[in-house]
């Protein structure tokens, strides 16, 4: 990863920020990205505040990248909004439904489509995109995340096959519940609307899993950052669950 310019959005918190710290460890010159300047000021890193969910958000973020570090090697697509304000398909206001996909699914597109190509003509690329375990199945009350995160494995697997003649692999990763921000707001609204506790609420979902805990953003941040090296370079099209042997 010496010196290979990298690229992570939802670089401010959570999954995102370990993914930029262990990349630049390995040696990457990354480019945080996120909407919070205040989240990515402490993260010691380069970085750009930027509405991803807009074309002209991520032609800002690939531009600067660019600008500043050189041509996009490395891309790390972990932005992303959750379901916790959702509804039942038939009570879901449109509005969350565009606005999940313009955020979960239209500011990938954009992303891979401006810097994808680049990758190419050079020879060299890695693409991993942050998906999640309802990537593949379902959740009650979450129609637009669901086929938001099931959008994005399609959307790597097609990248997959546009992009791998040309020495460039894109892949998923498909993580269980991790203890961010975004899953504690979940967590909160969840335990109101069933009036139990926020300490109830995770106690549950641990027992998801064998271990019955849940996952550190730093592990799902391990293997990303395992896919975007050199080592991982059979890996293409792939949609890698991180859910500690949970079947969700």
Same mark, same amino acid.
């Given at each position: ?6 690229? &992570? ?15 630049? @460890?390995?040696?990457?010159? +990354?480019? *945080? #990205? ?12 380069? =970085? ?7 074309? /002209? ?21 972990? !932005?992303?909004? *959750?379901?916790? !304000?959702?509804?039942?398909?038939? /009570?879901?206001?449109?509005? #969350? ?18 810097? #994808? ?17 309802? *990537? ?7 129609? %637009? =995340?669901?086929?938001?995160? !099931? ?11 546009? $992009? ?8 998923? +990763? ?12 979940? @967590?909160?609204?969840? %335990?109101?609307?069933?009036? &139990? ?8 979902? %641990? $027992?998801? =899993?064998?271990?019955?805990? &849940? ?6 941040? /391990? #293997?990303? $950052? ?5 080592? %991982? ?11 500690? *042997?949970?079947?969700?």
């Amino acid at each position: 990863m010496k010196n290979r310019v990298a690229l &992570v959005t939802g670089a401010g918190r959570g999954i995102g920020r370990e993914a930029s710290l262990l990349l630049a @460890a390995a040696g990457a010159r +990354v480019m *945080g #990205v996120a909407r919070t300047e205040r989240e990515l000021a402490t993260l010691g890193l380069d =970085y750009v505040a930027a509405d991803l969910g807009t074309p /002209e958000g991520c032609a800002r973020a690939v531009s600067e990248t660019e600008r500043r570090l050189g041509p996009i090697e490395v891309l790390v697509i972990n !932005h992303g909004i *959750g379901s916790a !304000h959702e509804r039942l398909v038939w /009570e879901q206001d449109p509005a #969350v439904w565009r606005e999940t996909m313009r955020i979960n699914l239209d500011g990938p597109f954009e992303l891979a489509r401006l810097a #994808v190509g680049g990758m190419c003509q050079r020879g060299f690329g890695r693409v991993v995109f942050t998906s999640s375990t309802a *990537g593949e199945k379902a959740e009650r009350c979450g129609s %637009a =995340y669901t086929a938001s995160k !099931h959008g994005l494995i399609g959307l790597a697997r097609a990248i997959a096959q546009d $992009a791998g003649p040309f020495g460039v692999t894109s892949n998923a +990763v498909l993580p269980g519940w991790v203890r961010t921000a975004m899953a504690e707001r979940s @967590a909160g609204t969840e %335990a109101e609307k069933r009036g &139990v506790s926020v300490a109830d609420v995770w106690r549950e979902r %641990a $027992a998801l =899993y064998p271990s019955n805990r &849940v996952l550190e953003p730093r592990e799902v941040a /391990e #293997v990303i $950052a395992f896919l975007c090296s050199e080592a %991982a370079g059979g890996i293409n099209g792939e949609a890698i669950t991180v859910a500690l *042997g949970g079947v969700w």
